[in-house]
């Protein structure tokens, strides 16, 4: 663990940055799925979809989705019969989602508080970890990465998907005078939280690249690992196995 982190383009020590992201959650939770729409101009909605195509969750297997504290993948997720543990550090975005299921009449899931860098769930505990949206604003990502391969059972998988950097010529210039000057402005309007929108465009700029992150998938002990880039790696959706 490094000395200082990013917080969007800022370095701050790891514990600053933890407080201040559950701040930032806390800020947007009540909105998410309008920052999300202002984000991503309502496309999350069709990766969200395609996300859990890739994950084929299957009836009876337990899958852990991580940083879902308001539910969306999970709500994709819970029909296949899949026994769906949502976790997410910030109580604000649980309370969301379980809010949101009650209103869907869903009582099948279970949601729990957790930490995604020191989980208290014990090891080999479930066949599937999905994050999404979610693993960029962790303080220590290796450490994430390993407790996803501890909890994980032999043969179970991982799958993540996150912004990431875009590879088409233009788009990106495109793409970051967006988020980085007008989605702050959005923010402000929609909600007026204009520097929590800011955190999320920086923290975007700073995640990663694809090959990248892939390495640090490899580094936690993962096999098997793919790359999947959506609109020419806007977004991306890594996966690996634990063999």
């Known amino acids: ?92 975005m649980l309370e969301v989602g379980m809010d949101r299921a009650v209103k869907r009449g869903l009582d099948s899931l279970v949601w729990s508080e957790q930490n995604a860098e020191t989980l208290s769930f014990p090891g080999q505990h479930f066949d599937a970890y999905t994050i999404v949206f979610g693993i960029r604003n962790v303080t220590d990502i290796p450490a994430a990465l390993k407790e996803a391969h501890r909890v994980l059972r032999y043969g179970g998988r991982f799958y993540c998907m996150e912004f990431s950097t875009i590879e088409w010529p233009g788009i990106a210039k495109l793409n970051d005078l967006y988020s980085l000057n007008v989605l702050p402005k959005l923010g402000k309007m929609l909600v007026n939280d204009e520097e929590s929108y800011r955190y999320l465009a920086e923290s975007i700029r700073r995640f990663p690249d694809m090959s990248t992150f892939e390495g640090m998938i490899k580094d936690a002990g993962f096999a098997q690992t793919k790359v999947e880039p959506i609109m020419g790696g806007l977004v991306a959706i890594h996966s690996g196995w634990k063999v």
Do not use: C
């Not at 202002?38 to 990766?47: I, N």
């Not at 084929?56 to 543990?85: C, H, V, W, Y």
């Open 1 to 92: 663990m490094n000395d200082t982190v990013s917080f969007g383009y800022e370095d701050v020590a790891p514990e600053e940055k933890t407080k201040r992201v559950g701040g930032v959650f806390s800020n947007v939770a009540s909105s998410y799925d309008l920052m999300n729409d202002a984000m991503t101009a309502g496309t999350h909605r069709v990766w969200k979809d395609k996300f859990v195509r890739r994950v084929k969750p299957q009836s009876g297997e337990d899958i852990l989705d991580m940083a879902g504290g308001t539910g969306d993948i999970a709500f994709r997720m819970e029909p296949s019969g899949a026994n769906i543990t949502v976790s997410d550090i910030n109580p604000e």
